[in-house]
């Protein structure tokens, strides 16, 4: 069983779309990472998030961290082409240590 | 800031030789690096965490003894992968840490083939 379940593993949309990719556990974050992923390099990190209800915008894409810090979801507006990538999610369980938990990832991929 | 390098990003090596991967934190001191493997398409599946100047921590099924980790340097962690055969074939990444914060940098990461 994944620690941090992360849906949708895939997503295939037409430029313009919006999505949201969702990452839940049972356990609660000291912080949550969102980081972004193009093939044959390492991810970027694109977010941090800490505070349970925070929001982060970066551009067409909003971050936010669950109240009781348990999920995190990204949400992108108007997607396209340059937005295809692997999208991770990583968790810092709350009281442990400073290894992050990772999601399985979603591969997602914005056609013209 | 925040830099973290590979060497080499590409290595070809024949079946039952060593490869030396190293990962470099360039503008910031990593007390703590991580070794991840990735195959297609998949998450990162961490190999181990390096410390500076102590053993490596492997995760478990990870084997010490053919993914051997030197943390010799706050800004120095290296990878041998010792006797490769063609199934260690896969991306290997790094990442560090920068003080004890929750934020990782990674390497762009070494696509290791063994033929």
């Known amino acids: 069983t994944q620690l941090l379940e992360q849906s949708p593993q895939f997503l295939s949309i037409q430029e313009g779309e919006n999505l949201t990719v969702y990452c839940n556990s049972s356990s609660v974050f000291s912080s949550l990472q969102w980081y972004r992923q193009e093939p044959g390099e390492g991810p970027v990190l694109l977010v941090t998030?800490?505070?349970?209800?925070e929001v982060k915008k970066l551009k067409r894409l909003t971050f936010q961290f669950g109240d009781a810090r348990k999920d995190s979801s990204l949400h992108i507006t108007a997607a396209q082409p340059g937005d295809t990538g692997l999208y991770l999610c990583a968790g810092y369980l709350s009281g442990g240590s400073y290894i992050p938990t990772f999601g399985r990832g979603t591969s997602l991929i914005v056609h013209p | 800031g925040a830099v973290v390098s590979q060497h080499p990003s590409r290595v070809i090596c024949k079946s039952g030789t060593s490869v030396k991967i190293e990962c470099r934190s360039l503008d910031f001191q990593a007390t703590t690096m991580f070794w991840y493997r990735q195959f297609p398409k998949q998450s990162l599946m961490l190999m181990a965490t390096?410390?500076?100047?102590?053993?490596?921590?492997?995760e478990q099924g990870v084997e010490k003894d053919k993914f051997l980790i030197n943390h010799a340097s706050l800004t120095l962690s290296t990878l041998t992968v010792t006797s490769a055969h063609p199934e260690d074939s896969s991306f290997y990444i790094c990442?560090?840490?920068?003080?004890?914060?929750?934020?990782?940098?990674f390497g762009p990461g070494t696509r290791l083939t063994v033929t």
């Open positions: 998030v800490v505070t349970g209800g």
């Open positions: 990442s560090a840490n920068r003080g004890n914060t929750y934020e990782q940098y």
């Open positions: 390096s410390n500076e100047g102590s053993k490596a921590t492997y």
